[in-house]
């Protein structure tokens, strides 16, 4: 790898991304409300935390994910026991959907990202950062919905205020960046990316709040740079992240920063995309 970058690789935590962060933190807070179970919309990895909190926690869990879910992601979610449903392709689908469950079935909603509980469950991965490498520089992280960018920012930030926090989204779904130019929330029509877990059309209400005060810059990546730095992470470093996990790390190793450390934020790829980007 290049000199100067390190990895934090929250694709080796339980369920093989940062989610679960979050989702213990959220539910814990709202056991009482969570007795008749529990409900959430995601791409996969979120719906997966949530569904492996569940199990652990002895909790019925629904989780709604999009009609072209990775297959890894799916069957990771009912193996924990979790209903499947799927409904849409777009984040800004399925929470209203989700929402819609709750309040049919009287199950407690555990949002993906725009949630103070899911922002602070998910920042206690920015204080192991700085903890681990203190004299960080640069920290690049993947961007969705903001709820990881968020913690994380407003963590290193307030330990060390000298680091660039440096959002990470796809070329083909810059809705932070997008929104930072225009001065307000853009919802873009469309989310074309690789990145399965990326395919948000506008920030979080909360999330642009704390990203706009914290993050000093969202930068774009292409689907061609996510899938090399896929390969070259996993044949040079042997760690496996999936696209949406690689994307900072992709940025990291077009344009070098000293003492830098992009986070790898999930590792549940598809075994077809692991075939073709090795063949």
């Known amino acids: 790898m290049s000199v100067g970058l390190y990895l934090k690789c929250e ?3 339980v369920t093989g991304a940062f989610k679960a962060r979050g989702a213990f933190n959220h539910v814990l807070a709202h056991r009482a409300e969570c007795e008749r179970g529990i409900v959430t919309a995601s791409s996969g990895n979120h719906g997966n935390a949530v569904a ?69 469950g998910q920042g206690t991965a920015g204080l192991e950062l700085v903890e681990q490498f203190p004299h960080v520089e640069t920290v690049a992280v993947p961007v969705s919905g903001g709820g990881l960018i968020s913690g994380i920012a407003i963590a290193v ?24 130019t225009a001065g307000r929330l853009v919802v873009l029509e469309k989310a ?6 990326l395919r948000v059309l506008t920030p979080g209400a909360l999330t642009w709040e704390v990203t706009s005060r914290y993050v000093d810059e969202f930068v774009g990546i292409s689907d061609r740079q996510i899938e090399t ?14 696209p949406s996990g690689a994307i900072a790390a992709a940025w990291a190793l077009s344009a070098p920063q000293p003492a830098c450390v992009a986070v ?16």
């Open 192 to 197: 074309e990316t690789i990145a399965d877990g």
């Open 11 to 13: 694709n080796l935590q």
């Open 157 to 180: 930030k307030e330990l060390r205020p000298q680091a660039k926090v440096i959002g990470v989204e796809p070329e083909g779904a810059r809705r932070f960046a997008q929104s930072r």
């Open 264 to 279: 790898l934020s999930g590792g549940n790829a598809s075994p077809d995309l692991l075939r073709r980007l090795l063949a």
């Open 52 to 120: 492996y909190v569940a199990k652990t926690l002895g909790l019925r869990a629904v989780v709604v994910v999009p009609e072209d879910v990775v297959a890894a992601k799916a069957d990771a979610i009912m193996d924990s026991g979790a209903e499947l449903i799927r409904f849409g392709r777009y984040s800004e689908e399925r929470v209203p959907h989700a929402k819609e469950l709750s309040e049919r079935r009287g199950l407690h909603y555990v949002p993906p990202y725009d949630d103070p509980l899911i922002i602070a």
């Open 229 to 242: 730095a896929m390969r070259r992470i996993l044949l040079d470093a042997h760690v496996l992240a999936e």
